[in-house]
């Protein structure tokens, strides 16, 4: 993407960001690894007994590009569905750098210790190009990791955003019928992948490290706005002060924003994941949220609004999947891509030949 | 949409906008009021010719969504395309009653008294439900519709915003073989339309109108991230010293966003379309952008990945065009998303149900 603000622009091609790169099963459980498939009962039962063994299992078919896998997946979830949407949905995002794996680890293991289950999924669609993504590194929440009441699964790898979100999102589904309380979807923050969280999540929060000067530039277009509050992390030792200059920062930014439909206004606090300090402070203004929103219900209506936007977009992506995906298109794309570049040809006769050549092999 | 903040979630989902309207010819084009059919030829030499009648007559078959038409109209701007490029574009977009059409009418005049060729384009995915477009009311720019050298051309009606979007944006490759010098888009500023003009102009204008208090409040997330430069119109009479501060306020607010890629800081100057006043300065404003981004490079790779966005964006609109007007999926979807938004049903299973059913009839 050459310029940020296009971002938004370009919400209708996440699919082709991945057309370069065949589907591929997450790296993390590749099939021969993976335990013997069950019947669609037996995921359904295990996980409604809270087994995470079993959840983990039926995610991989869920992360499954193979269409039996798929098959087993689809009736999983299905069967899942009304024993979800009992957990709390944070969604969080920042720079690399922000210390998003240390903030989640501190914050995860203070709600263990108040027995909260809490699940912590990924959604990084350079998992694929990078083979291995950064949130597929368990070894970052050490800690966490050990808990009994933590679930923790690295980021699907898909062909597409599109893909990797939506296996994010029916991931959610499963561990909410397995009982867990809190669900933690963590992005990169940098692009696309934060709109993906955002819908679908409760509570969006943008995770900010101060001492880079002007705290504003390194946010990406866009996230701010998106976010229900801002946590400004590494508030220790001699950061204290520019932390609280980045706080005002922020408190002077987001008064510029319109009020969201939530009605709920956000705003930024100060905390140090490293000193375990102020991550309290962060919990309570989600609490606070969820609170204020259950009773205006905007809520409800979020999660009544997200559910339909994926109905929506499981189709589309399913549809340019599709075309993006087959071979024949995959062949002349970059040609007639070339050609519109060189204004050689309109970019709507490259696209209406594409179509036919397309359309003719159904 | 029911929360601003996402309307980028759902570009995705544009085409869907339209799905419960029909596909129509544009109103104030009605087949039965229209010249007969020519052969591409006669469009195509009339169009390099500049004669106007012509032009109109070719945008209408643009605009048409019938096959026939489509056709000849895909020829003619395949012919039209080596004589494209060579005008301004400039997006105008604005909150209804910042005085669009006021400030565009005495721009417009302006520029037809420097002997400049203008054309008026724009896009308003209400005008389908409106039935009748407040950017189709001709009668809004009497001044300048009696140049001889304006064309005026009120937003094309379609079944989405993509579809509206994609005609206005081969309409302007038809202007520009006709020889206009400048093409102002017109939005109406309420939404994803600011999006699709974005997507098709080298400079974007955010016209505001003060007096409302806190200036900011009234724009749509995202559109001042957009915009490479603001005026401020109203300032006349009373209005002036609070415009004054309005473009204090929006100098502030603008200093808060990183630095686009055009290189270009986008500012706010003030102006009254009333009394003509401060125009002047915005068209230079306009003009330095210009001298600028060609000096920088940026100007014609914004142009080059604008082609690429528009032969991907044809694509995407045709395939999810071709599933969401299909009749038995218009028939079954209503009921389909009612038992979604009734959590009767996965968002997913919902989305494969639908898919089944259409691939089914291929």
């Known amino acids: 993407m050459e310029h940020p603000e296009n971002d938004d622009q370009y919400a209708g091609l996440v699919v082709n960001a991945g057309v370069a790169q065949p589907p591929s099963v997450n790296p993390y459980f590749r099939p021969k690894k993976r335990a013997p498939r069950l019947a669609p009962e037996a995921y359904i039962e295990g996980i409604l007994n809270g087994d995470i063994t079993i959840l983990s299992q039926a995610v991989t078919l869920v992360e499954s590009n193979l269409p039996a896998d798929q098959a087993i997946a689809q009736k999983v979830i299905e069967a899942c569905l009304p024993y979800s949407g009992n957990a709390i949905r944070v969604g969080i995002t920042g720079v690399p750098g922000a210390g998003k794996s240390t903030f989640i680890e501190a914050l995860g293991t203070e709600l263990c210790k108040a027995a909260q289950k809490l699940a912590v999924l990924a959604i990084d669609p350079s998992s694929e190009r990078s083979k291995g993504s950064i949130l597929g590194d368990k070894t970052r929440m050490q800690e966490l990791s050990t808990q009994d009441n933590a679930f923790i699964r690295p980021s699907p790898s898909a062909g597409s955003l599109g893909g990797v979100a939506r296996k994010t999102r029916e991931t959610i589904v499963l561990c909410e019928a397995a009982g867990f309380d809190t669900i933690i979807v963590e992005t990169v923050g940098v692009g696309q992948s934060e709109t993906a969280a955002h819908s679908m999540v409760d509570f969006f929060l943008l995770l900010q490290v101060t001492g880079t000067g002007d705290e504003l530039q390194g946010i990406k277009r ?141």
Chains 1, 2 share one sequence.
């Open 222 to 362: 866009g996230i701010m706005e998106m976010a229900d509050g801002i946590a400004i992390n590494k508030c220790d030792g001699s950061n204290v002060d520019k932390a609280r200059v980045a706080k005002t920062q922020f408190k002077n930014a987001l008064a510029l924003f319109p009020t969201p439909e939530s009605g709920w206004h956000p705003y930024a606090v100060t905390c140090s994941a490293v000193e375990h300090t102020g991550v309290q402070d962060v919990w309570k203004m989600v609490e606070d949220y969820m609170t204020f929103t259950k009773r205006n219900g905007y809520f409800k209506r979020n999660r009544t609004q997200q559910a339909k936007y994926w109905m929506y977009e499981t189709i589309n992506q399913h549809l340019l999947d599709s075309f993006y995906h087959n071979p024949e298109i995959e062949a002349a794309l970059e040609d007639t891509e070339a050609a519109v570049l060189r204004n050689e040809i309109s970019s709507f006769v490259a696209a209406h030949n594409l179509l036919n050549q397309y359309n003719n092999q159904q």
